[in-house]
């Protein structure tokens, strides 16, 4: 009865988003803001229904309602409550119906939030985004139909794959999608300014914080990805180059080279081709990200995702690109700008050289994940591309990344003389390379680390003295006190202090991958109570146990963990049995420590009361996660800045021809 | 615009990797061909589940055989249990003209007999040791995978994935065919 509710709303939605696509262009061509009026209360009721089919569903989780086959097949009444409310986009029709949700309540607030600025290019953002509307719903009311019931009704659900029942597989999946659906908003207030032709900077200036926002959603997603693999893959690391990770990584990439190309436009009205070009990419990639999840052309760990929900992805991208760029060629003498680069030393230049390189790397990406199928499809021949390759390419090019976040923060916009560089520049470079040359005195004698920690300290140097001396000169001018001035300095720029943590959060981060150099790895046999050496650790294995942990049961093994002779940790790697799975998973151990971890993985239990486990000792982990609090205040910070007002005079009367 | 060079570049790069996303539809990639096919079959010694019975490579030489991998707990394997049975009793009744052997991985012996006995299972069936020799030996990914050995011990086709009536009907005479070629 419910179920049969909610498809009626979601059929309901359909007609109200195609509502919402023609309405908008009537609004326009008979110059009538009521009609235009109209598409925006539709795209508020669009959410309504939609909020209440998601709803339906969501009931059907709670209330075990196997009729409904999408909850059979994702959820079992013994799964704990938190992991039924994330089956919901544990599945491919679930998924799409969470999209559509928040795409709708993004639509909503667009509709609600611009209703009286933006005014000339509003009708077709509202109407671009109901296309992306039109497209989800008429996937959801056919064959990709969350709510579709079967009879007879089951008695038990076939139970939530156990990998996916992790809490940060829970958060993942949503934080991904609201990145890529975020994008969206600037991606449709740039095809209705084309459309328009209205094509000065206002796009850029109101749709900033969309992008941050979606910037930020991505990047939360990404590295909770990172760590539901650490835990729960038991492989050893966090990012493995898998298809399924790089469609994620890649609208990441050309989303953050938009972020700061937008700003050149913003300050010094360069790139406006280019940044139309990153947009359109960007939203190109987020769909390219969820047809390679979802349509199995590539090999992937995230098998569990597929379905077939494929080639109308594929015909949608196809679609929306060739519109994208088609309307783009159309206006591009408007587009294009004379201001160019004033010197090659200038910040200008900075900025475009890290386009280049997120560039370059999105691009190394994508060929590395899409090669299989082009040999393929052209050779015929079956070949992967594995770690090395990407590790090669994308090494060099982030370090590269990392100095470029110092130069570009103190080099100058316009120009540079070489007086001023040596100035500014002296002390960083000195710091860098005295790092270095400690490190390498220290036994450190890996090339690419003692780039890296001599940039760390080259840019982290940059970054906190710039700030510093900003609050100094705040405290003198006000003579106010320090506390009281970094206040005050955040908040004059917070766009540019939120933007400072998050480039501190990226060396963090470098820093932290870079640890990956020194990774060691043991296979080891435990007797019980018999001490075994791993790096600057005694392992001492104490006996097995079983325990009960929420619907699973773990087989452990006990091992106390002493380092210079003290206990510091007991961990308890383990395997896992589900009662829906036939076959055990690993449950990893980890003794954090901002040095290094310890992960311990059980890989057999032996015959005679020994077990095998491989144990991995992997640096700085710790290291790369702390850049998630950074990243997390710096886009807080940043985000709540207010753009210069875009106030444009209400004209009730002239809405102007296409 | 349509003069552009760059437009209509552009439209061939969306046209191209949407041909190239597109020639991925009904390709499994996880489906590599396996190095063993045209090779001579890797040794293996079992013993039956029920009687006992010793086999092993070297007795069957001379002898083309259908190697069927599948596990009590594989849902695949329920699938193509009654094929496999029915190509025994169709083509396999003469142990000197085509061996139907199952090998069952990850399991226990009384899962393996109760799944055998469930389908109706009276071909040679055995059960690989806890550490999986044979399995390791033929390079398995998963169950149910089936292996195609022809009268001189070679490997001649490979299948992933439950049997079909199709591959059974194409592959069998073949491997009976391979006994009268010199």
Known sequence: MLPDLGYVLLTAALAVSLYGVVVPHLGVVRNNWNLVRSAQFATIVNFVLVAGASAVLMHAFLADDFSVRFVWEHSSSDLPLFYKISAFWGGMEGSLLFWDFVLAAFSAVVAYGYQRNNREVIPYVIATLNVVHVFLLSLLVTYSNPLATQSPVPVEGRGLNPLLQHPAMAMHPPMLYLGYIAFSVPFAFAIASLIRGKLDNAWVVSTRRWTLAAWFALTVGLMLGGQWAYEELGWGGYWGWDPVENAALMPWLTGTAFLHSVLLQEKRNMMKVWNMVLIIVTFGLSIMGTFIVRSGVLNSVHAFAQSNVGPAFLVFLAFAMLVAFTLMFKRIRLLESRHTADSLVSRESAFLLNNLLLIGICFTVFLGTVFPLLAEAIGGTKLSIQAPFFNTIVGPLGIGLLFLIGIGTLIAWRHSTWDYLVRNFRVPVILGLLTSGVLFALGIHHPGALIVFGGAVFTGYILGSDFYKAVRARASQMEIGFAEAIVGTVRRNQQRWGGMLIHFGVVFLIVGVSGNWFHQEYNLTLTENRPVTVGSYKLLFKGQRTEKKLNATLHEAVIEVYRDGELVDTLKPARSFYPTQPEPLTEVAIHRTVREDLYLVLASENQGGTVTIRALINPLVMVAWFAFPLFTLGTAIAIFYKPRRLEEPVTEDRLGYI | ?182
Not at chain 2, 25 to 32: M, N, Y
Not at chain 2, 47 to 53: D, I, V
Not at chain 2, 112 to 120: E, I, L, M, P, S
Not at chain 2, 122 to 134: F, M, P, S
């Open chain 2, 1 to 182: 615009m349509l003069k552009s060079w760059k437009f209509w570049a552009v439209v061939a790069v969306i046209g191209g990797l949407t041909a190239m996303f597109a020639s991925g539809f009904g390709h499994d990639p996880k489906l590599v061909p396996s190095p063993l096919v045209h090779r001579p079959a890797p040794g293996f010694k079992v013993t039956e589940l029920n009687t006992g019975a010793p086999l092993s490579l070297e007795s069957l030489k001379g002898t083309p055989f259908v190697l069927n991998f599948f596990a009590s707990w594989c849902v695949a394997c329920r699938d193509e249990a009654r094929l496999l049975e029915s190509a025994y009793l169709r083509w396999g009744q003469d142990p000197s003209k085509l061996r139907v052997i199952g090998i069952a991985i990850q399991d226990t012996p009384e899962a393996a007999r109760a799944f055998a006995k469930r389908y109706g299972k009276t071909y040679y069936l055995a059960l690989d040791d806890a550490a999986g020799d044979v399995s390791l030996n033929y390079g398995l990914y998963g169950v149910p995978e089936t292996f195609f050995v022809d009268a001189k011990g070679i490997i001649r086709y490979k299948q992933i994935g439950a049997v079909t009536p199709e591959v059974l009907e194409e592959q069998i005479p073949k491997l009976i065919a391979s006994r009268e070629q010199p």
